[in-house]
């Protein structure tokens, strides 16, 4: 039996209603990547792994090249190399320990101006840093950039996109906190779509200009020869 999306031609879609309608189509798979990543991540040094898998099979959801998710998934998994480790595995660290400072600021009962100061600092670089891993992984898959390269071109792609990469996370940040503020159970909600939906929302945006660039950038170097 056919489903609506099978007579439905998405690639007229743009912005906003295409993004609805991944998730409205791929709402199933969602789900299933989503426990699959958490699996992944259960051993800490595969989490990077689990990541770029994730990001792959996002990427191809957004641009109606995955035929096989699943397949997609595991396979990116299994394939462990050590550029994606060391690019992503200090992310996880960061985020990681810069979380756990703020839970220690907010925790607190200081008064003191400069205890206030520690924790605005403490989460603007967290913010900062989340904005830049949202561009990581998408040039991670589409380059052969080095570690250090990886690091400052997602740097230079989200203070260029400045805009565009405050809304996704303020999309991000906003879908976390209706999750935890108005579900009751909040865990069923983490294990079956948290990340894959948040996944979905970041790759969207963020891998849309990676390529955008990328072309603008070939086209130029192109024109130069």
């Known amino acids: 039996m056919k489903t609506f999306g099978s007579y439905f031609d998405s690639s007229s879609l743009r912005g906003l209603k295409k993004l609805l309608y991944l998730i409205y189509q791929n ?23 689990a990541i770029r898998a994730l990001g792959q099979v996002l990427a191809n959801l957004c641009s109606d090249t995955c035929s ?12 462990w190399d050590r550029r994606s480790f060391f690019t992503l595995f200090p992310a996880v660290v960061l985020d990681l320990s810069l979380g756990f400072g703020l ?16 924790c605005g600092i403490n989460i603007a670089v967290l913010l900062i840093l989340l904005m830049v ?17 990886l690091w400052k071109t997602a740097f230079g792609l989200s203070m260029l996109r400045l ?9 991000v940040v906003i879908l976390w906190i209706l999750v935890v503020r108005y579900f009751q159970r909040a865990w069923i909600a983490f294990v079956l779509l948290l990340f894959s939906l948040s996944g979905l929302i970041i790759t969207f945006c963020a ?3 990676v390529r955008h660039d990328l072309e603008q950038s070939f086209g130029e170097s192109k024109e130069g020869t």
């Open 207 to 209: 891998d849309h200009w």
């Open 103 to 118: 839970l220690i600021y907010l925790g607190g009962k200081a008064q003191h101006w400069l205890y206030w100061v520690g």
């Open 133 to 149: 891993q949202f561009y990581l992984t998408p040039l991670l898959l589409r380059t052969t950039l080095p570690n250090l390269r």
């Open 163 to 171: 805009p565009y990469t405050l809304a996704t996370l303020a999309a």
């Open 68 to 79: 096989k998710p699943f397949r997609t998934y595991w396979s990116s998994f299994i394939h």
């Open 27 to 49: 709402l199933f798979e969602l789900v299933c990547l989503n426990v699959c990543f958490i699996i992944c991540c259960l051993p800490f040094f595969t989490v990077p792994f």
